[in-house]
């Protein structure tokens, strides 16, 4: 699995260092909006006065926000739900379900990686239908409220602000949440449906293989049945135990049952589809064709950057580091062919190998070397053959052997303080290895697959929620369909986040935005530098400062790429506690404030007071 | 006239306005309908008898996939944009070589714009050429080139007045196949493919005579409908499916397979390229030419340059004395000095010479006086018209090596050709198996053979692709000789060749 921008602190570093700049962010906005508060009440009312307005409403709020009845909130959610229900939201279910309906006719069971596909299909749009939901909910429910004057009879009754509004985001959120859990569970038995599949095999299929010396009795080898556009290699041992080899990414258990002098093959549903593989991901550092250490390794030119290259048959080394390998984490009863590394490594070719004889290119091989980083033992562990798009798994044996006869025991000898470091080497000259830093992570067991994609939902839940509170806020001041733009934007906006912090940045292809502009309307090409004068100058100094404003939106706004766990449950990891932890948190670190912007808008606004 | 009049006509007004609006929108739009048994069908609007006339309905450009119709509508009007931000997803995901995602995003594109060819070959190229090169095991390569081949074949069904992609088809199946590293592997492979032959019998099996179909299919197409192969010349498109044959022919006897069934192949290949040189191409000359047609030209010319010169007997050659009257003295010199003894400036002066000594037949005619004038300008129109003819046929011919080939395939038919061929392939199979002596055995009587054949067709010395194919074989019986220590033969029964054709083998 590609992880670009992982975030790879520990949670119980990342939380106070996050706590403090939250605190600092939050300090500095409150401060700032209070002193424009002074200010504009002053101008009507003096200096004086204006401290003794805002010091009422924060007292206000204080008072309110301490008193708080949950009753009364969840009067006021239940009131949301039947007005989301008379609203029609059961519409988007009905949506969801043609969808899915049709879904059959664009996913492609057949191809490489039909799992990916399927997933990344129910998750991806589960969600755009939950945050449209969610936006249009949101924005429009006060808005017509106010403009109904439902809400002068609810601000009639006992209840403060902040319950209205936290009556609001409960109700939807629960509206939401109900939908998202009957999606969630429908998407479940659409891809478990989906991708089930069972082949045939008939005696007719098999025919004898000798590979091994005459003497030796052969082996039974085959094609099974086509379904979902392939076919599995299926080998009978002479002693009669078969295997069915792996293709897209499954393969199925083969039973073979004897009666009446006939055989009959029974293969399983797929295995290995749907998992949730839980990862000790280490860090990397990379050595140079010297040994010496570097920061980097070669680039190949490939366009993406994402990888780093080692040369083959020099001293290029990427080194992991792992922590915490104990006995305990990897008991022998679980692993006992040794400690599991799952590897996507990349080749690139400076040469494609004999061609004269394509039959018999024998792939480039690597090696896998544990050291032990307190005492720099180190013994070679695998020597394999890099397979490429797919996930090889290699295992390293606990006990291992030196060149000079020695046995050393992998966690007695080789991992100190549960740390260990295992060393890739490209063995072939001239080819080379390309590796990132989740390319070689140990597979330290198998989570449930169920939960891992009720955890990729839980993703989508906290996006929902923030779209609601977001789409809330706008609401207490905005009109409907300005309060659906607004949160729009916001929504677009922490879409591409990240691309608006690297357009603040100045570090995309083509300038700033007056720039791009400029560059469509002449039909220039992105690479080419503009023509100096006067135009090109200012441009570039009004992108100098757009590019401040991007920063500003870029950092504000939250990144709900970062929030969607889609990738872990498609491309099958499991997602940490740690991960939905930082989420989760930053989630509430958004909701705190929004939530209060929201009250002060609806406590200044004349119809709630 | 009172508000409440006002307001009346003016509601009447809008009525009218709509009337015309609904009227003319209908003229322009009405879609047409197809007739049963007693309503006759309607043609429909000018819009829907445009499109049917320049065949870009639905229905005319190939089957509709309701799929892709769904998503057409789903998109509001905003396929042009989908299909773009598709298209870019589509290049990010091939940059991190993300097969999966590719796919998906391809088959999107396609779905959204069927009609869009371009997707339909950059997938597939992606797919057969590019994706599958990132895999070391052949049989993984194979697989990731029928992938492409499948998927093309997914975009004929929305796009049957399309050639293009047939001939795509014809072109993965033949060369890529056929023209790898792997080719030895990928045919065997393509062969045992029962997914992707069906039913069709083991010994049509061949990768070659499979593309030669697809070609054929794109011939047809393009004859039947009358649409054109865009971005093709006609010259190269039509010889694709007769060199197929040929190429089947040669792999036969790569594979080994001699006799009867490789001279059946070869005759084939003789007969296809006959039909290849009958065919009408078009030349950017603005005239249509055979290519089997350059002789029939020229011998017109001749005997039209003959008649000419019968009208005034010893004309050209006293028009050549005065030429060569008006020639410098240095000219005159450069031109009798024979060509290999002319210093530098005297081959340009001898050039001049030549060019001015040069008697065209107009010129022949303008000077032929008296009632035979007007037969003698006629006749040289004439006689220049066949000789560019036959001049623009023999260009087109340089460019597919026309005469080669044709002279090839009726070599190739030939016992002696054959059994060369098997004896030297005998002598490769004894190569292999380290049977030196054998080899150079069999190698000696090939090479005899070959002697034979090239005594009786002195024009194959003469061809640089018979000459480099020939020059390998010499190499690889050098490489025996020298393996056994033995000398290479002083008088080579094959030295012609090596003359010819450079002594690097």
Known sequence: MVLEHAETLPLEIWFPLALLKWLLVLGGVSVAVLMVGWLSVSIHHGPVAGIRIVGRLLAAMVGDMSHISPRRVWALSWLAVRESIRRRVMVVFAVFIVILLFAGWFLDPGSTNPTRLYLSFVLTATSYLVLLLALFLSSLSLPADIKSKTLHTVVTKPVRPNEILLGRICGFTMVGTFLLVTMAAISYVFVVRGLS?????????????????????????????????????????????????MEQNHWHDLEIEKSDGKTTYKLSRPRGMLVARVPVYGTLRFKDRDGKDSQK??????????????EGGTLATAVWTFDGITKKRFPESLFPKGLPVEMTIEVFRTYKGDTDDPEHIPGIPGSLSVRNPATGEMVEAVIFTAREFTTDVVYIPRRLQTPD??????????VSDGKMEIWLRCVQPAQYFGAAQADVYLRARDASFTLNFIKGYFGIWLQMVLIIGIGVLFSTFLSGPVAIIATSGALIGGVFSGFMMRLAHGEVIGGGPIEAFIRIILQQNLVSDMEPGMRTTVAQMLDVVLGYGLYVAASILPAFGEFGFSDYVAYGFDISGAVILKNTCRAVAYLVPLFVAAYLFLKTREVAK | MSPKKRSFWRKIAYLAVIAVLLGLLSWLGRPSTTGTDRHQGSPGGVLAQLR????????????IDPAGETIKLATLGLRGIAANILWEKANRYKMKKDWTNLSATLEQITRLQPNFISVWRFQAWNLAYNVSAEFDDFRERYRWVIRGIDFLKGGIKYNQREPRLLWDVGWFISQKIGRSDERKQFRRLFKADDDFHGDRPVALRDNWLVGKEWFERAEELVDSLGVTMKGMSPLIFRSDA???????AEALETDGTFGEVARGAWIGAAKEWDRYGSVDIPTSYGVNIRLSEQERFEKIAKELVEKLEALQPGLRE?????????????????????LKDRAEDQHKLAAEATEALKVTNELLARRITGPKRKEALELAKEATEAQQRADVIRRYRQVVNYTYWGDRAK?????????????IYQGDQALAE?????????????????????????VLIEDNTFGSDMIEVIGRYRRILDQLDDPFPKNFILQDVIDRHGASG
Not at chain 2, 320 to 331: G, N
Request: contains cysteine; charged residues 30%.
């Open chain 2, 434 to 458: 380290a049977d030196l002596t054998a080899a150079r055995d069999f190698y000696d009587r090939g090479l005899a053979t070959w002697r034979k054949v090239l005594d009786r067709f002195p």
């Open chain 2, 242 to 248: 007769p060199m197929c044959q040929m190429n089947y």
């Open chain 1, 197 to 245: 599949h069972t082949h045939e095999l008939t005696d007719a299929d098999l025919h004898a293989v000798q590979y091994r010396a005459q003497s030796q009795p052969a082996v039974r080898e085959g094609l099974t049945s086509r379904v979902h556009r392939h076919r599995h290699l299926a080998t009978i041992e002479p002693a009669g135990q078969g295997r069915i080899a």
């Open chain 1, 405 to 414: 006869g020695k046995v050393l025991d992998l966690f007695d000898d080789l």
């Open chain 2, 52 to 63: 049917e006339k320049e065949q870009l309905s639905q229905t005319g450009l190939g089957q």
């Open chain 2, 318 to 338: 006293k028009i050549i004395q005065e030429k060569r009257a008006k020639l410098t003295d240095a000219q005159r010199e450069a031109l009798a000095t024979p």
């Open chain 2, 411 to 423: 070599i190739e038919q030939e016992n002696d050709t054959l059994s060369a061929r098997k004896l």
């Open chain 1, 297 to 310: 390794g070669v680039n190949v030119g490939d366009e993406w950057a994402y990888r780093s290259y080692i």
